[in-house]
T-cell receptor, first 109, second 113 residues
Framework: DAKTTQPPSMDCAEGRAANLPCNHS???????VYWYRQIHSQGPQYIIHGLKNNETNEMASLIITEDRKSSTLILPHATLRDTAVYYCIAGYNTDKLIFGTGTRLQVFP | NAGVTQTPKFQVLKTGQSMTLQCAQDMNHNSMYWYRQDPGMGLRLIYYSASEGTTDKGEVPNGYNVSRLNKREFSLRLESAAPSQTSVYFC????????????FGQGTRLTVV
């Protein structure tokens, strides 16, 4: 599975868009990009995933560059409840998700 | 729906003791996983089961055994607990393939003294 690189921490003002970057320069053609988040010490929560095309759901948008070497998770209107650790994962389906240390997003009032 | 249920939620063991962590899911998922998370770290895969009757090692399998009892249940056993196994353990489940969403339990916080 491809290794991902994320900034260790980011801040975002409440109501603003939070843009979380992820580098996955060694990703192979059939590996997906997944995003999960972990609030406090709860179990991780699935957010979104994509292969080549940009994706959007009720939680977030995922923008994948054309060469697939990086992606950005966008939370369009961040709230205090979005404060969490966000994990970017590249891999095949779900048989072996490899979590890194993620980005700790702090949303402030 | 309960989703993924882990028991117990908290446990303190003495070095050398054994115990089994239980996990059950009610979503009819084929795949199940056990992860550990040490303080300030990401999750590391211990074992996974792609389908009933199969299990495979993950990144950190040493010191653990697993049993996929049936489609619903996937247990993790520590035969002789060590302080290095102090961690939070998460169980997860997902569809076998072509579907990315994994559902996680709330974790078991294990301390080995």
């Amino acid at each position: 599975d491809a290794k991902t690189t994320q900034p260790p921490s980011m801040d975002c003002a409440e109501g603003r868009a939070a843009n979380l970057p992820c580098n996955h320069s060694t990703i192979s053609g059939n590996e997906y990009v997944y995003w999960y988040r972990q609030i406090h010490s709860q179990g991780p929560q699935y957010i979104i995933h994509g292969l080549k095309n940009n994706e959007t759901n009720e939680m977030a948008s995922l923008i994948i560059t054309e060469d697939r070497k990086s992606s950005t998770l966008i939370l369009p209107h961040a709230t205090l409840r979005d404060t969490a650790v966000y994990y970017c994962i590249a891999g095949y389906n779900t048989d072996k998700l490899i979590f890194g240390t993620g980005t700790r997003l702090q949303v402030f009032p | 729906n309960a989703g993924v249920t882990q028991t117990p939620k908290f446990q303190v063991l003495k070095t050398g003791q054994s115990m089994t962590l239980q996990c059950a899911q009610d979503m009819n998922h084929n795949s199940m996983y056990w992860y550990r998370q040490d303080p300030g770290m990401g999750l590391r895969l211990i074992y996974y089961s792609a389908s009933e009757g199969t299990t495979d090692k993950g990144e950190v399998p040493n010191g653990y055994n697993v049993s996929r009892l049936n489609k619903r249940e996937f247990s993790l056993r520590l035969e002789s607990a060590a302080p290095s196994q102090t961690s939070v353990y998460f169980c997860a489940s997902s569809e076998l393939s072509g579907f990315a969403e994994a559902f996680f339990g709330q974790g078991t916080r294990l301390t080995v003294v």
